[in-house]
């Protein structure tokens, strides 16, 4: 049941945003066509530990003191999903922080990293984790430190592609440029994300074999820089490759919005676990028809943490 009007306006405007004519077809609304398959996308996770304490600073919330709580029932909600997606992504901000800057540390003890891979490998498909401003902790250690614990504890790296029944997912890293370079004085600013030019190479190669592609990244793209290098950046690709992007989705706000085409594919903001554990994307896609749909756009509440339960439409 719809809880409010804004939901049903939601439901109605929501159908057909964003996707392509002639996807909303009765065998797709039942299941992903034999063409296709499904995944799923969360953000925001905040995963803590037994070192965390509060208050990190005067007036902080305590909800990522619920967070573990709060995925474990994201993976039921999931887990509960008919047809079952087939991988899972995670925008980011998988933990909360750091609680040693002794590397060693997280070796000799059970951290926020462990509790996080703990659930995270409880999911019955596989989850592929991506980088947010929490999953580091600059300028206190280098970023290196970072990326060596994720290869370590994790298997990932600070960016990488996912190939799939003929789909790319690209999994950005925004913190890899300059403005997150604490050496360089000029430049360095927390809340500006960037590539690096050896990322935006890669992302052009990826993007260049013209493959049906979905984008991740923590930062929204309001929050990146356009170009880094003379006029080579991440908005400029976009717009070029925009005809074989399907979406892009990033985190960070903890708030549900929808850029619609304005950076060049269709852009979404994602609501948080840590907030809501109703907070994931349901995609289904039809490779075939090089068609997709979010089929739970409809519960998000746009400029709000909330989002309602997703229960699954059949025909």
Not at 192 to 210: F, H, K, P, T
Not at 214 to 228: D, Q, Y
Not at 268 to 291: E, I, P, S
């Amino acid at each position: 049941m719809l809880k409010t009007r804004r939901s049903f306006l939601q439901l109605m405007g929501g159908l057909g945003a964003a996707v392509p004519a002639g996807l909303l077809t009765p065998d797709m609304i039942a299941a992903p066509r034999a063409s296709g398959f499904r995944f799923a996308v969360i953000a925001d996770t905040h995963i803590c530990d037994g070192y965390y304490k509060l208050p990190e600073r005067s007036g902080a919330d305590t909800s990522v003191l619920m967070s573990r709580e709060s995925l474990i029932r994201t993976r039921t909600a999931i887990h509960a999903l008919d047809p079952a997606p087939d991988m899972v992504f995670v925008v980011g901000d998988f933990f909360h922080d750091y609680p040693s800057r002794d590397y060693d540390f997280y070796f000799k003890n059970v951290t926020r990293i462990d509790n996080a891979k703990a659930i995270t490998d409880r999911f019955k498909m596989k989850v592929y984790p991506g980088f947010g401003n929490h999953d580091y902790d600059v300028p206190n250690v280098d970023r290196s430190f970072s990326h060596r614990l994720f290869a370590q504890k994790l298997g990932v790296k600070p960016y990488y592609a996912v190939d799939h029944k003929g789909c790319r997912f690209l999994m950005l890293n925004n913190f890899l440029g300059e403005t997150w370079n604490a050496a360089n004085k000029d430049a360095f600013k927390k809340n500006v994300g960037s590539y690096g030019e050896e990322q935006l190479q890669w992302v052009e190669a990826q993007l260049a074999a013209r493959k049906q592609t979905f984008v991740f990244t923590h930062f929204p793209l309001s929050n990146v820089a356009a170009t880094e290098v003379k006029d080579f950046g991440l908005l400029p690709l976009l717009k070029k490759y925009a005809g074989n992007i399907h979406f892009l989705t990033a985190g960070h706000w903890h708030r549900w919005h929808d850029f619609k085409t304005e950076y060049g594919p269709q852009h979404y903001v994602m609501g948080a676990t840590r907030y809501d554990a109703d907070a994931y994307l349901v995609v289904d896609v039809d490779v075939k028809a090089a068609n997709w749909k979010i089929r739970n756009l409809h519960c998000f509440h746009w400029d709000t943490r909330e989002a309602d339960p997703f229960v699954e439409a059949r025909a």
